[in-house]
């Protein structure tokens, strides 16, 4: 079966840092593409990053280009996201998952398989 699992999460200040991890199970991993997402209370979900494990492309939105950095380890099947420079905003609960195809972007319908998610609190 594919399963992903998001962990890493916690509470942390402002301007700390974090690094959330996505463990892949079930399928050839350097196939795929993997995305974060994060969602807020009372807000959409939101696309963050998206590493191509197959071409080694990388995606990130505008909110957190030069803050946040995906990467991967082939080795482990498992994709992190380093987060630096956090932001009140950027509490939330996070989600890893696998896109159809070996693709980047982040829109969510392009995914097909979904971690439990992890939260993220930023705060004083």
């Known amino acids: 079966d594919v399963q992903l699992q998001a962990s890493g999460g916690g509470l942390v200040r402002p301007g700390g840092s974090l690094r959330l991890s996505c463990g892949t199970f079930?399928?050839?991993?350097?196939?795929?593409?993997i995305g974060w997402f994060r969602q807020a209370p009372g807000r959409e979900r939101e696309g963050v990053a998206c590493?191509?494990?197959?071409?080694?492309?990388?995606y990130y939105s505008d909110s957190v280009k030069g803050r946040f950095t995906i990467s991967s380890d082939n080795a482990k099947n498992t994709v992190y996201l380093q987060m630096n420079s956090l932001k009140p905003e950027d509490t939330a609960v996070y989600y890893c998952?696998?896109?159809?195809?070996?693709?980047?972007?982040?829109?969510?319908?392009?995914?097909?398989?979904w971690g439990q998610g992890t939260l993220v609190t930023v705060s004083s």
């Open positions: 998952a696998r896109h159809k195809t070996g693709g980047g972007g982040v829109r969510a319908t392009s995914f097909d398989y």
């Open positions: 079930g399928f050839r991993f350097d196939d795929y593409a």
């Open positions: 590493l191509s494990i197959k071409d080694g492309r990388t």
